[in-house]
């Protein structure tokens, strides 16, 4: 089993930043691929970045050149540094796991947190 927290939401106004961490627990040694996705209230959840255990990484357009996905694995942390924010950037973030490579669909995460609420402001 593995356990995930995430942390470093807020609010923050347009053009700021902030740096999300996820930090695994139990068998972290065994995670492949870590993501982070974020829902708006009446929206649809959507795919922010992935990281593998390789270093491979994949954005979601809407996030590409502001986002920056990254994870120390001695910390077992996987983090997400968001730059240029914008009051559509507002959501809850939740960060995902799974065990194997390869993943394309939420559904296929193995282990999810309990989020973290990033609001910004205009």
């Known amino acids: 089993q593995v356990q995930l927290v995430e942390s470093g939401g807020g609010l923050v106004q347009a053009g700021g930043s902030l740096r999300l961490s996820c930090r695994a627990s139990?068998?972290?040694?065994?995670?492949?691929?870590v993501a982070w996705y974020r829902q708006a209230p009446g929206k649809r959840r959507e795919f922010v970045a992935r990281v593998t255990s390789g270093g491979n990484t994949n954005y979601g357009d809407s996030v590409k050149d502001r986002f920056t996905i990254s994870r120390d694995n001695a910390k077992n942390t996987v983090y997400l540094q968001m730059n240029s924010l914008k009051p559509e950037d507002t959501a809850g973030y939740y960060c995902a796991a799974s065990t194997r490579f390869g993943i394309r669909e939420a559904l296929e995460y193995d282990y999810w947190g309990q989020g973290t609420q990033v609001t910004v402001s205009s």
């Open positions: 139990g068998s972290a040694g065994s995670i492949k691929t």
